[in-house]
Nanobody, 117 residues
Framework: QVQLVESGGGLVQPGGSLRLSCAFF????????MGWYRQAPGKERELVAR???????DYADSVKGRFTISRDYMNNVVYLQMNSLTPEDTAVYYC???????????WGQGTQVTVSS
């Protein structure tokens, strides 16, 4: 069983930065593709960024050049550094862990990010 705990959300002004953290509780962290998704009010959940066990990354076009995903194997944490935030980035951000061996995936509880002046 895997548990994901997100933190780091909050209120930030346009142009500001936030760093989200996702703590992975479970075994074999290296077997998982880790991702960040977001869901804005009235919209579907969408992929923001993901990172494989080998460190390959993938980003939504809307965040390329502004967001960076990384993973810390020592502490089993995944980060999402978000820079140059705009009101369009306002959403609940969810951490996801996908096990490539058995196909199971897990979700965190979500953390709210609000970009507003």
């Amino acid at each position: 069983q895997v548990q994901l705990v997100e933190s780091g959300g909050g209120l930030v002004q346009p142009g500001g930065s936030l760093r989200l953290s996702c703590a992975f509780f479970g075994s074999q962290f290296s077997l998982y593709v880790m991702g960040w998704y977001r869901q804005a009010p009235g919209k579907e959940r969408e992929l923001v960024a993901r990172i494989t066990s080998g460190g390959s990354t993938d980003y939504a076009d809307s965040v390329k050049g502004r967001f960076t995903i990384s993973r810390d194997y020592m502490n089993n944490v995944v980060y999402l550094q978000m820079n140059s935030l705009t009101p369009e980035d306002t959403a609940v951000y969810y951490c996801n862990a996908l096990n490539l061996v058995d196909g199971r995936d897990y979700w965190g509880q979500g953390t709210q990010v609000t970009v507003s002046s």
